[in-house]
């Protein structure tokens, strides 16, 4: 809501005479004729002055002033002084209000209007800044610059103190040009004549500018006061999320260099203070958003002062874990996958050295396929029937026997790897080849040649029983890498 000089000539049943304003000019306060008149910004908003009876008094004692009277709209009730009169007085007003209120009457009318429209302004501010701190807690600041942007109906640029740009809602190029040039003071045309800019951060202390503008082509009190209270908790926002930020990278280098340096794990954990005890792979994954499977993490190692070595790889939650704490983490998967999130799944590899994790982490990446397959919250690697059963019972010369039934598909290849990947997932899907190749997100027919293909390779028939399982035994004595 806004009130216009066309809502004040509606409240007091008058007459509005414009004089160089628009009817939809919005005001910006309320004085009297026994006040000192104070000029508004003349591109925000008049001021209107109340005539109580002392109208020729006050123009008298205003003209000998040296500041100008630009922006007063008088509002007078229409036996008091006639209209020529006051075009006569002065060419400095904006417009005149002739009201059929008088008195007392009059007053209250215009200030119940400018108090509606002042807790109007506090509501909207109130619930914007609401929804943008909701929206920060999940998003963070691409979330808040874009229900900003929504919510004064136009785009929002928010850059850093370098003029770099950290994200943008409904912004296009021009407008991202424009928002460079008004932030840093840049002799350009700028396109947009209602921008605004706000500063993120202190003097001292900056971190950014926001740059926001409005479709509209005024600017508005509660969308100036919308983007500064944006601005803030953008700045808020962007503090906290540096911490957060480096330890995510730490971790990830952490989990890179455990997965890649045999020689290194050892020093690197003990930097850490994480103790060189065996340690077993997890992976979590569920169709729920990243901040909630970190933060369903962070819970848990909180709760039992268990390592924070896990990172986010290829869609999945990698991590290790130490060997006693596998029961408490698999009890705390199933009991949120019960009351918050029905599609969480874990796989878990085996306790392994810490120069072997790459081994473990690949175990944990097979029981986690299995899990989501059977659509079980948890499980584990070596409770898998045919690694409980058959592979676990081998040594490694017979796994390596058993292993070379898939013949030329372990090699190393790009080829090689997608048609290990395309059997795994027909043997997960029985056979079925329309769920196969869904799951794969490839035509029926593709399908079709690659198994083809396979069965060449191995020489085993893939239409019967025997073969199917014999090349499923296969895939479980492949050495984990």
């Known amino acids: 809501?806004?009130?216009?000089?066309?809502?004040?000539?509606?409240?007091?049943?008058?007459?509005?005479?414009?004089?160089?304003?628009?009817?939809?000019?919005?005001?910006?306060?309320?004085?009297?004729?026994?006040?000192?008149?104070?000029?508004?910004?003349?591109?925000?908003?008049?001021?209107?002055?109340?005539?109580?009876?002392?109208?020729?008094?006050?123009?008298?004692?205003?003209?000998?002033?040296?500041?100008?009277?630009?922006?007063?709209?008088?509002?007078?009730?229409?036996?008091?002084?006639?209209?020529?009169?006051?075009?006569?007085?002065?060419?400095?007003?904006?417009?005149?209000?002739?009201?059929?209120?008088?008195?007392?009457?009059?007053?209250?009318?215009?200030?119940?209007?400018?108090?509606?429209?002042?807790?109007a302004h506090d509501r909207i501010i109130v619930h914007g800044l609401r929804a943008m701190t909701r929206t920060a807690r999940i998003g963070g600041v691409p979330a808040v610059v874009s229900e900003l942007a929504n919510r004064i109906e136009g785009w929002a640029v928010l850059l850093d103190a370098q003029g770099h740009l950290m994200a943008s809602a409904r912004a296009g190029r021009l407008h991202i040009d424009d928002a460079l040039a008004v932030a840093f003071g840049r002799q350009v045309r700028v396109r947009h004549k209602s921008i605004q800019t706000h500063q993120v951060g202190t003097d001292g202390d900056?971190?950014?500018?926001?740059?926001?503008?409005?479709?509209?082509?005024?600017?508005?009190?509660?969308?100036?006061?919308l983007a500064a209270h944006a601005a803030g908790l953008l700045d808020l926002i962007v503090r906290k999320q540096r911490p957060k930020q480096s330890e995510m990278i730490g971790r990830?280098?952490?989990?890179?260099?455990?997965?890649?340096?045999?020689?290194?794990?050892?020093?690197?954990?003990?930097?850490?203070?994480?103790?060189?005890?065996?340690?077993?792979?997890?992976?979590?994954?569920?169709?729920?958003r990243i901040s909630d499977l970190n933060r369903l993490l962070h819970e848990w190692i909180e709760e039992t002062n268990g390592e924070d070595i896990f990172a986010l790889t290829q869609g999945v939650m990698l991590g290790f874990v130490r060997?006693?704490?596998?029961?408490?983490?698999?009890?705390?998967?199933?009991?949120?996958?019960?009351?918050?999130?029905?599609?969480?799944?874990?796989?878990?590899?085996?306790?392994?050295?810490?120069?072997?994790?790459?081994?473990?982490?690949?175990?944990?990446?097979h029981a986690l396929q299995v899990a989501r397959n059977e659509r079980v919250p948890v499980r584990s690697y070596s409770a898998l029937p045919s690694i409980t059963y058959v592979v676990n019972s081998l040594n490694q010369l017979q796994l390596t026997q058993l292993s070379g039934v898939l013949g030329r598909l372990v090699d190393s290849t790009a080829e090689n790897q997608e048609l290990l990947r395309t059997l795994e997932f027909y043997l997960l899907h029985h056979g079925v080849h329309r769920?196969?190749?869904?799951?794969?997100?490839?035509?029926?027919?593709?399908?079709?040649?690659?198994?083809?293909?396979?069965?060449?390779?191995?020489?085993?028939?893939?239409?019967?029983?025997?073969?199917r399982a014999t090349l499923w035994l296969a895939l479980r004595a492949l050495p984990v890498k």
């Open 1 to 119: 809501m806004t009130v216009d000089l066309d809502a004040v000539a509606r409240s007091a049943q008058g007459t509005l005479h414009l004089l160089n304003v628009d009817r939809l000019t919005r005001v910006e306060g309320l004085l009297t004729t026994q006040d000192d008149y104070v000029p508004p910004n003349r591109e925000n908003g008049v001021i209107l002055v109340l005539d109580m009876g002392n109208l020729p008094d006050w123009l008298k004692r205003e003209r000998k002033r040296d500041e100008p009277r630009e922006g007063a709209v008088i509002v007078t009730p229409r036996s008091l002084v006639s209209l020529g009169e006051l075009l006569e007085e002065e060419e400095q007003q904006p417009a005149i209000v002739r009201a059929s209120l008088t008195g007392d009457s009059l007053r209250w009318r215009i200030q119940s209007l400018l108090a509606e429209d002042a807790a």
């Open 206 to 225: 900056l971190a950014g500018y926001l740059v926001v503008a409005s479709r509209e082509h005024h600017e508005s009190s509660h969308k100036r006061d």
């Open 252 to 288: 990830e280098l952490l989990l890179e260099s455990l997965l890649n340096g045999r020689t290194t794990a050892e020093p690197i954990l003990q930097r850490w203070g994480i103790p060189t005890t065996p340690l077993a792979a997890f992976a979590l994954s569920s169709r729920a």
């Open 323 to 365: 060997e006693d704490l596998i029961p408490s983490l698999s009890a705390f998967v199933t009991a949120q996958a019960r009351e918050r999130f029905e599609d969480v799944h874990l796989g878990v590899g085996e306790p392994v050295p810490v120069e072997h994790l790459r081994r473990s982490a690949g175990q944990a990446m």
């Open 435 to 467: 769920v196969t190749a869904a799951a794969l997100g490839i035509h029926r027919q593709t399908l079709v040649g690659r198994l083809s293909v396979i069965e060449e390779a191995t020489e085993v028939n893939l239409d019967t029983a025997d073969g």
